[in-house]
Structures are given as structure tokens and as C-alpha cells.
């Protein structure tokens, strides 16, 4: 039962998501940033920063077999991610987006980075939450299972998020 009830919220987590950002990306932007959402963009790079740093002592940890230390890393992990993502709804509520100079001859690779980044965090986010449940539920072979896969496409997304701030930070208009 536990199963079903977490299936369905990972679902649920997973659709409602990219719905949320493909809402606030389509609704008209009013051109005022409040002081603090201005920093949100920031605050993004830092966590994903972070939330990599974290992801790879904690695989390190598990390979040591500290599995208390891994869980932990991975608890803030997660918790660094999920403040990424209010982050992430809160600017987009606000701010408008900031796009790559066309002229740049960067602007092509930027937009590679910038789509498997999109693409693959949508992938990805079924994959932590379930991974994060079966680690949790100690099913740890199941948890294994999926982490395989689940962890190099994460540290992607988090590494490949700290490049397109570094990469679009001198465009924006404040």
C-alpha cells in the first residue's frame, strides 16, 4: 500500500512540476523584480553547487560503505534541491527571462547546455524521488538499482545548472 501511495505522488510531483514552470513561463511577466527574487538566480547556482559537492561525497560515502553519512548527504541533497526549485518558481514568477545574446558566437553551445540541462532535469525528477523513497523504505536493492542511473544524470543537471548562470549571469538586466 505504502508502494502504491508513493508511486502515485511521485507521479503526481513529476507532472505537476514541469507544469508549473510551463504555467508561469506562459504568464505575462509585469518587468518588476522584487529586491530579493533578483538574487534567485544566484541562489540557484549556489545550490546546485552545492547539491553537487554533496551528491559526490555521499556516493564516495556509500563506496565506503557509511551508509548513515550517505543518507544524510543525500537527506540535504534533496532538501537543496527542492529549495532550488521554489527558487527556480519564485523567480519565474516574477522575472523575466533573460535570453542569450544572438550575436554570441557562445550562444549555440549555450543552447545545448541549456536544453539536455531542461530535458534531463525532467527526467531526472522521477528518478530522485524514487530513489529517494527506496532508499528511504530500505529497499536497497531497488535503491541501487535506480541510483545507477539516477546519479550521473543529477550530477548533470546540477553541474550543467551552475554553467548556464555562469554562462547567461552577465545578461541579465539588473
Not at 508511486?7 to 507532472?15: D, S
Request: with cysteine.
Amino acid at each position: 500500500m505504502e508502494d502504491k501511495i508513493a508511486k502515485r505522488l511521485i507521479i503526481g510531483v513529476t507532472l505537476a512540476v514541469p507544469a508549473v514552470v510551463l504555467v508561469l513561463y506562459l504568464l505575462p511577466k509585469s518587468g518588476q523584480v522584487p529586491g530579493l527574487v533578483k538574487h534567485c538566480p544566484l541562489i540557484n547556482a549556489l545550490l546546485n553547487g552545492n547539491c553537487t559537492v554533496l551528491l559526490i561525497i555521499s556516493y564516495l560515502a556509500i563506496r565506503n560503505k557509511k551508509m548513515e553519512l550517505h543518507k544524510k548527504l543525500n537527506i540535504t541533497a534533496f532538501i537543496f534541491s527542492a529549495l532550488f526549485l521554489v527558487s527556480y518558481v519564485t523567480y519565474h514568477f516574477f522575472g523575466k527571462e533573460t535570453p542569450f545574446p544572438k550575436d554570441n558566437p557562445l550562444r549555440p553551445l549555450y543552447l545545448v547546455i541549456l536544453i539536455s540541462h531542461i530535458t534531463l532535469s525532467a527526467i531526472v525528477l522521477p528518478m530522485v524521488l524514487l530513489s529517494f523513497y527506496l532508499g528511504l523504505t530500505k529497499q536497497f536493492a531497488r535503491h541501487r538499482k535506480i541510483a545507477r542511473w539516477t546519479l550521473p544524470l543529477w550530477l548533470y543537471v546540477t553541474i550543467t545548472g551552475v554553467v548556464v548562470y555562469i554562462m547567461i549571469s552577465p545578461y541579465y538586466p539588473f
